[in-house]
Structure formats: structure tokens, C-alpha cells
T-cell receptor, first 118, second 115 residues
Framework: GAVVSQHPSRVICKSGTSVKIECRSL??????MFWYRQFPKKSLMLMAT?????????EQGVEKDKFLINHASLTLSTLTVTSAHPEDSSFYIC??????????????FGPGTRLTVL | DQQVKQNSPSLSVQEGRISILNCDYT??????FLWYKKYPAEGPTFLIS?????DKNEDGRFTVFLNKSAKHLSLHIVPSQPGDSAVYFC??????????????FGQGTILTVHP
């Protein structure tokens, strides 16, 4: 299988601060990483697509200045929630696809990060 | 606009019986479909997928059926086991253009398998 990790698993911060979440593919190189957000009892909503070495592509309605994404290497992508507010509290999940497979790449998901903004 | 819909929020099944989870989609550009299993506070785990060129894919106790004309797919689990209890998400993607690789998820169905 393919392992994707996220750090931290849980974070509580004060309103106005910034929080960085890391997503790592542990045993494979990821051409593309995706960031999702899940509200309680709701579906996973794609926030952005992150390709190594290039700018992330954000979905409609997602503020790129608020949710900064950096994909510095083939095994690491980071999501920074800037000037966090209570409405940013959510479960953030990343996923990664392997390099070199067919177009129907399977996405492997990280365990998620629970962000609570006080 | 919910392009992938799982209309049953929950399903309860007896151990040993068949579990059938349903999913409908509206976007005719979707051509690859996946099922994921998710436990609370964890990321989804890939279960099984199907390409639009097929109508059935089987992997052990899990079988996915695709009816393209009806834009409907289903996941069959047989026999169901208590360890199958989780939230099941249906997801779809299109392999063309800007939709490449992007997954659109349904709302999820909570499956409970009773011993």
C-alpha cells in the first residue's frame, strides 16, 4: 500500500494566528497532492490541487490568500491557514497520488488534522 | 450542486448478510468511480474502483456495479462483518482536461453491521 501522513493530527489555536499542516507521502513520490476539508457529517470538499514545483490550483470559493499551499518536494505539501477564525475550524485531509501510474491514479489519504480555532 | 449523491445517510445490516450501498451521479464527464471507507477522525481508505468501460469489478467480499445509462453505482459487501461498520463514501472523477484526478465525493453512508 501507500502511506500518507499528516502532522499535526490535532491543533487548537487562538483566533488570528496561523497554523501549518504538513502532508507527507512516506513510501512513494507524489506527483499531485490534494487538500480537502470536511465539515461535521458532511462530504469531503476539495479545496485545492497541489503539484510539486508549481502553484496550487484552488477550487471556486476557496481563498488562496487564506489557505496557502506549498508543495516543496515530491513527498511534502503544506497547508497554512492564515489568520485563522473560528469558522475555519474543521477536519482537513490531504491525499496524494503516485507518480507514473495511469490517469486513473488512486488517491491515498492522510489521517486528517482536526483544527479548532478559539 | 451535489454532483455525487448518496441518498441513504445510514444502513443497518445483520452480520453475514449483504450490504448494498448506492450512489448516483449527474455529471456525464465522470468516468472513474471509487469507494472509500472512513472511520471517525481518520482519513478515507481506498476500497475498490471501477472505470466507466466496465460494469462490474470484484475484489474479495466487495463488488462494485456501474450502470452508466442510469448514472448509478452500487457497492455490495457480502458477507458483511461487524468490522465493516464505518462511513462509506462514493467518489467520482473525470480523466479529461482540468478535472483530471479531482475527486467529487458523495455525502457518505454510515454502515452498521450488527453481530
Amino acid at each position: 500500500g501507500a502511506v500518507v501522513s499528516q502532522h499535526p493530527s490535532r491543533v487548537i489555536c487562538k483566533s488570528g494566528t496561523s497554523v501549518k499542516i504538513e502532508c507527507r507521502s512516506l513510501d512513494f513520490q507524489a506527483t499531485t497532492m490534494f487538500w480537502y476539508r470536511q465539515f461535521p457529517k458532511k462530504s469531503l470538499m476539495l479545496m485545492a490541487t497541489s503539484n510539486e514545483g508549481s502553484k496550487a490550483t484552488y477550487e471556486q470559493g476557496v481563498e488562496k490568500d487564506k489557505f496557502l499551499i506549498n508543495h516543496a518536494s515530491l513527498t511534502l505539501s503544506t497547508l497554512t491557514v492564515t489568520s485563522a477564525h473560528p469558522e475555519d475550524s474543521s477536519f482537513y485531509i490531504c491525499s496524494a497520488t503516485k507518480r507514473g501510474l495511469a490517469s486513473t491514479d488512486t488517491q491515498y489519504f492522510g489521517p486528517g488534522t482536526r483544527l479548532t480555532v478559539l | 450542486d451535489q454532483q455525487v449523491k448518496q441518498n441513504s445517510p445510514s444502513l443497518s445490516v445483520q452480520e453475514g448478510r449483504i450490504s448494498i450501498l448506492n450512489c448516483d451521479y449527474t455529471n456525464s464527464m465522470f468516468d472513474y468511480f471509487l469507494w472509500y471507507k472512513k472511520y471517525p477522525a481518520e482519513g478515507p481508505t481506498f476500497l475498490i474502483s471501477i472505470s466507466s468501460i466496465k460494469d462490474k469489478n470484484e475484489d474479495g467480499r466487495f463488488t462494485v456495479f456501474l450502470n452508466k445509462s442510469a448514472k448509478h453505482l452500487s457497492l455490495h459487501i457480502v458477507p458483511s462483518q461487524p468490522g465493516d461498520s464505518a462511513v462509506y463514501f462514493c467518489a467520482a472523477s473525470g480523466t479529461g482536461g482540468t478535472s483530471y484526478g479531482k475527486l467529487t465525493f458523495g455525502q457518505g453512508t454510515i454502515l452498521t453491521v450488527h453481530p
